[in-house]
């Protein structure tokens, strides 16, 4: 049985001294890149309120789009004490974006693709953040 020896020669160990230049470019672009995400966090809060959810028959309406790019709108308002039909309306290739938690209120959902939709009665009021289960897809529910 025979063995292909190896042909390289073995590496020498370079004393040579290397410039700091690269470290010095990857911490300047880790900087812009540390910026970048922080701004893009504060982007993500809605500023402005949402205006109070539409009632129908008791029940308050609320429309959802739910799409890779996330909820649509992600800012909802709706009014203590009375019932919340979110209805959604989900693309093939939303993910995990198919799901919606609301720990505040103990929903955790998985929807359809296309229509779905389920009731939960806001019995507090604030201001609440729902998400994906990844927590990457983010909104606020407001509660008045
Ligand atoms: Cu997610």
Not at 48 to 70: H, K, N, Y
Request: glycine residues 8%; aromatic residues 4%.
């Amino acid at each position: 049985m025979s063995r292909n020896k190896p042909t390289h020669k073995k590496n020498h160990h370079h004393n040579q001294k290397k410039s700091q230049t690269p470290l010095i470019v990857m911490g300047i672009m880790l900087a812009v890149l540390a910026v970048w995400i922080a701004s893009a966090v504060v982007g993500s809060a809605p500023p402005e309120p949402a205006p109070l959810a539409e009632q129908r028959g008791g029940t308050q309406i609320v429309s959802l789009d739910l799409s890779p790019a996330g909820y649509s709108p992600n800012n909802i308002t709706v009014k203590k004490g009375l019932p919340v039909e979110i209805r959604t309306n989900a693309t093939a290739d939303a993910g995990c974006v198919r799901g919606l938690v609301i720990p505040d209120f103990d929903i955790n959902k998985a929807l359809d693709v296309g229509q779905d939709s389920f009731t939960f009665v806001p019995d507090k009021a604030g201001t609440f953040e729902f998400t994906c289960q990844m927590r990457m897809s983010s909104g606020t529910l407001t509660v008045i």
